[in-house]
T-cell receptor, first 115, second 113 residues
């Protein structure tokens, strides 16, 4: 069985603050993939990043960065210098090899960035 | 390139009516997924296909729901008869391979009155 936990249901920050969204996962598989998706108020689900279980290098893309730590089964997402347009629900997801292509989603974290 | 295409974008129907949702995956993707999103239950996987073959339909809530994928470029999700509790946003997603990212369509917002 696999499980993804996003303990923060809502986060509110003021523009330009840095914010970290937590994601903790559980799987018995040694080969798995982790994802982050963004769901803005318009409702679509936007793919942000994919990491595989063998690559623990942190990744930075503009103001976004991701910290993958197998030792703590975490895949946290940081937005630097947040902007109002970052306001959305963010989902962390897991796909384990033995689960085929199936994604297990966390419950999501609603981020509100205020001007 | 076009992303995943879903139609209709909004559907309002009365209880008891048949509803058909449509999806065109990204060309070349061999896996297709149907999800349902509600406030109460979040994102739930209903069914997924690999190379047009249904692989896991354990998420399909009951016999009123059925899904087909007659070819690599088209899938339908049908609800017959529809009930108010089926009201949700239904997403279709496709991916290239196991472990690859899933790309979602814009969703169909279904309201059953």
């Amino acid at each position: 069985a696999q499980k993804v936990t996003q303990a923060q249901t809502e986060i509110s920050v003021v523009e330009k603050e840095d914010v970290t969204l937590d994601c903790v996962y559980e799987t018995r598989d040694t080969t798995y993939y982790l994802f982050w998706y963004k769901q803005p108020p318009s409702g679509e689900l936007v793919f942000l990043i994919r990491r595989n279980s063998f690559d623990e290098q942190n990744e930075i893309s503009g103001r976004y960065s991701w910290n993958f730590q197998k030792s703590t089964s975490s895949f946290n997402f940081t937005i630097t210098a947040s902007q109002v347009v970052d306001s959305a629900v963010y989902f962390c997801a897991l796909s384990a090899r033995n689960a085929g292509n199936m994604l297990t989603f966390g419950g999501g974290t609603r981020l509100m960035v205020k001007p | 390139d076009a992303g995943v295409i879903q139609s209709p974008r909004h559907e309002v129907t009365e209880m008891g009516q048949e509803v058909t949702l449509r999806c065109k995956p990204i060309s070349g993707h061999n896996s297709l997924f149907w999800y349902r999103q509600t406030m109460m239950r979040g994102l739930e996987l209903l069914i997924y296909f690999n190379n047009n073959v249904p692989i896991d339909d354990s998420g399909m809530p009951e016999d009123r729901f059925s899904a087909k994928m007659p070819n690599a470029s088209f899938s339908t999700l049908k609800i017959q008869p529809s009930e108010p509790r089926d009201s949700a946003v239904y997403f279709c997603a496709s991916s290239l391979a196991t472990g690859a990212g899933q790309y979602f369509g814009p969703g169909t917002r279904l309201t059953v009155t």
